[in-house]
């Protein structure tokens, strides 16, 4: 393929199919799953609060920071870096950005493929469901109708008691991802978001609008939005917004500098970036308010943690008339947008390996995709086998976390907070002020308003947030 980029990259077709790929990026199990878990496990209106501040205030500003370091650079995300660097006269070391950033988030595909598996298995036995209750005649009735709640409860545990068929599931969906990647930027990455985010998006909202009629939606949105400030000054919910707010923008030196890269030297970033953020931050909360008055309506406790969409929403669906096929609906539209995600996920260490050592694609996909499945099976073994190891009790924080919850937590956490305060620090203070000002694609108010954000406030707000999350006794 030839491309007008310096290091030969590929491109996206059009400025649509950067906007796409992006939210595909960003939308995902973060959204459907760590949103609602996080969002319930801290406190709902506390969270939510903090969230959308880190993301109006920290990760917008960062997204595009990290897109433009990907569209000036148009290579790997750690080539692009060492690249602004170097055309700032800045020491390449800067690109620590990304190195932290690949590390990061190659680890983060480690644990997704796990819970992606456990989608994958509601996904199957959603469907033979559905397919029971249309052989019974009735499409429409509740989703596991022969079972009882305890019973449908109890399939998570019978899961996770199955090692196999975890590592099975976890398998299927790295191959899945590997897949796609080894296809290429236009005809793996970007045709799956083409055709996985439209489809995804017509469920997300067909299944908000069952949940409004049939659930209890006013209970939903008193949890969601119901301001606790005493609650929100706790620091673990802070360092959870943040966190989340990284995660779920997919920040934190990788997917976003990797898709910037594929990015037309046409595209205004400072545009695009909105749209992606604004587009992330309304599919988690319409998401919550697909979930909870759903969770509500059957009487659950929203504070389930991890198990939250796979315990409590098939035992709801149980209890709701059309909950075999909203059931099956969901858990696709799960795996949707799990895919999309993954898929940039993936691609960050294959732009970097097919760059620096000049293999194939297919190759560097399938290499990474053995790598990233072994060290998955820590997280798999977790909810069993390995279930009883405590990787890092040494991290405050982290006494009582498996190697799942380890990797979770430092990933998200502290991995790519870290990341992102040196690259606001790498853009906002050491980078060529007129070359990054010309990326942005903005001007006048806007840019001083973005400069200040990432100068100033990114860097001291991720420090605060980063230190009293590992010393909240400081509080
Ligand atoms: N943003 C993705 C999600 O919400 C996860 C992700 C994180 C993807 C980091 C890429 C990089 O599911």
């Not at 996206?12 to 609602?36: C, Q």
């Not at 209750?133 to 009735?138: L, T």
């Not at 706790?234 to 779920?248: M, Y």
């Amino acid at each position: 393929m030839v491309s007008s980029s310096p290091a030969g990259q590929a491109q996206w077709s059009s400025k649509a199919a950067f906007i796409l790929a992006a939210t595909g990026s960003a939308v995902g199990l973060g959204n459907l799953w760590r949103f609602p878990t996080e969002a319930g496990t801290n406190g709902g209106g506390a969270f939510v609060i903090l969230y959308i501040l880190c993301v109006v205030l920290i990760a917008l500003p960062l997204l595009l920071a990290e897109s433009l370091i990907g569209r000036h650079g148009q290579r790997s995300t750690i080539g692009s870096a060492v690249h602004l660097a170097r055309q700032s006269g800045a020491s390449p070391a800067w690109s620590l950005l990304a190195i932290v950033g690949l590390i990061a988030n190659t680890a983060i595909l480690t644990f997704y493929g796990v819970v992606a598996g456990w989608v994958i298995y509601f996904v199957g036995t959603s469907a033979a469901d559905l397919a029971g209750a249309i052989g019974a005649g009735d499409p429409l009735r509740g989703a596991y109708a022969e079972q009882s709640v305890a019973q449908i409860q109890e399939m998570m545990p019978t899961l996770f008691a199955n090692p196999v068929l975890l590592v099975g599931l976890q398998l299927a969906f790295v191959v899945l991802t590997v897949w796609i990647v080894a296809r290429g930027v236009k005809g793996g990455i970007e045709a799956a978001a083409t055709w996985l985010m439209p489809a995804f998006f017509f469920l997300l909202i067909g299944i908000t609008v069952y949940a409004a009629i049939i659930g209890d939606f006013a209970a939903a949105l008193t949890f969601l939005f119901t301001p606790d400030f005493e609650r929100a000054l706790q620091p673990g919910v802070l360092s959870a917004a943040l966190g989340q707010a990284f995660f779920s923008l997919s920040l934190g030196g990788g997917a976003m500098i990797a898709y910037g890269a594929y990015a037309s030297r046409e595209t205004n970033l400072g545009q695009t970036s909105g749209m992606i953020a604004f587009a992330d931050t309304g599919v988690a909360i319409i998401a919550g308010l697909a979930i909870f008055p759903i969770v509500f309506f059957v009487g659950m406790e929203p504070n389930a943690g991890p198990t939250l969409m796979f315990q409590t929403l098939p035992a709801a669906f149980n209890a709701m008339p059309g909950g075999a096929i909203v059931g099956l609906a969901f858990f696709v539209l799960a795996l949707f947008a799990a895919l999309t995600s993954s898929v940039s996920l993936l691609e960050i260490s294959v732009g970097w390996v097919i760059e620096k050592f000049g293999v194939g694609r297919a190759k560097a996909a399938i290499g990474i995709g053995v790598l990233v499945f072994l060290v998955g099976l820590l997280s798999a073994l977790s909810f069993n086998v390995l279930a009883d190891q405590r990787p890092i009790p040494f991290i405050p924080g982290f006494e009582n976390a498996t190697w799942f919850d380890a990797i979770d937590g430092v990933t998200g956490k502290l991995l790519l907070p870290l990341s992102g305060l040196i690259t606001a620090i790498f853009i906002g203070w050491v980078a060529d002020r007129k070359l990054v000002n010309a990326e942005t694609g903005l001007k006048g108010g806007g840019l001083g308003a973005w400069r200040f954000l990432i100068a100033w406030v990114c860097p001291l707000a991720v420090t605060a947030i980063l230190v009293l999350g590992l010393f909240p006794q400081l509080l």
